[in-house]
Antibody, heavy 119, light 110 residues
Framework: QVQLQESGPGLVKPSGTLSLTCAVS?????????WSWVRQPPGKGLEWIGE???????NYNPSLKSRVTISVDKSKNQFSLKLSSVTAADTAVYYC????????????WGQGTLVTVSS | EIVLTQSPGTLSLSPGERATLSCRAS???????LAWYQQKPGQAPRLLIY???SRATGIPDRFSGSGSGTDFTLTISRLEPEDFAVYYC???????????FGQGTKLEIK
């Protein structure tokens, strides 16, 4: 059973860069799956940020594309998110996730980590 | 970009009752690309239904999904206390954004 665990600073200053890492266990990041980041502002709905394949191919949400970079480290079986020029609107719980076994949905989620943007 | 609109925003029911949640898309969605999730406070979402009507692994058969085109429904046949949560529909896009979600329906105890 694949398990995902997010890690990174819980507080980021405005105009700074948010950096998170997702450690994958119970399976290889090199399997034929896409790995995603999804966020959820407090009390609000879900927003897909972007995804990466083990080859390094990425897709990003057009609304965030200019500020987002997702990368993969196959040697550590993990992938990472960087979001630049953050504002208070980027305060959210950030989830790393993997597509479901049948595709077209998200079948595996990390527990999520709250990142607050504040000075 | 396809927009998903869920209704109602809040649904107040009692255990044992039947719940019907709606998800309407701004344009036609392939049934293969429609999924439903359950989210409880402080937890990550959990995949319930994929392909509009297929239950994910371990999901009780009181949960069912149906629909096609622009109208999709999640039905919970007899509510259990643990079913009270927020439910999201999601569609998969052939181009980014890959996943878009409805705004959610909160199912609360009456």
């Amino acid at each position: 059973q694949v398990q995902l665990q997010e890690s990174g600073p819980g507080l980021v200053k405005p105009s700074g860069t948010l950096s998170l890492t997702c450690a994958v266990s119970g399976g290889s990041i090199s399997y034929n799956n896409w790995w995603s980041w999804v966020r959820q502002p407090p009390g609000k709905g879900l927003e897909w940020i972007g995804e990466i394949y083990h080859s390094g191919s990425t897709n990003y949400n057009p609304s965030l594309k200019s500020r987002v970079t997702i990368s993969v480290d196959k040697s550590k079986n993990q992938f990472s998110l960087k979001l630049s020029s953050v504002t208070a609107a980027d305060t959210a719980v950030y989830y790393c996730a993997r597509e479901g076994d049948r595709g077209y949905s998200i079948g595996y989620w990390g527990q999520g980590t709250l990142v607050t943007v504040s000075s | 970009e396809i927009v998903l609109t869920q209704s109602p925003g809040t649904l107040s029911l009692s255990p044992g009752e039947r719940a019907t949640l709606s998800c309407r898309a701004s344009q036609s969605v392939s049934s293969r690309y429609l999924a439903w999730y359950q989210q409880k406070p402080g937890q990550a979402p959990r995949l319930l239904i994929y392909g509009a009507s297929s239950r994910a692994t371990g999901i009780p058969d009181r949960f069912s999904g149906s629909g096609s085109g622009t109208d999709f429904t999640l039905t919970i046949s007899r509510l259990e206390p643990e079913d009270f949560a927020v439910y999201y529909c999601q569609q998969y896009g052939s181009s980014p954004p890959r996943y878009t979600f409805g705004q959610g329906t909160k199912l609360e105890i009456k």
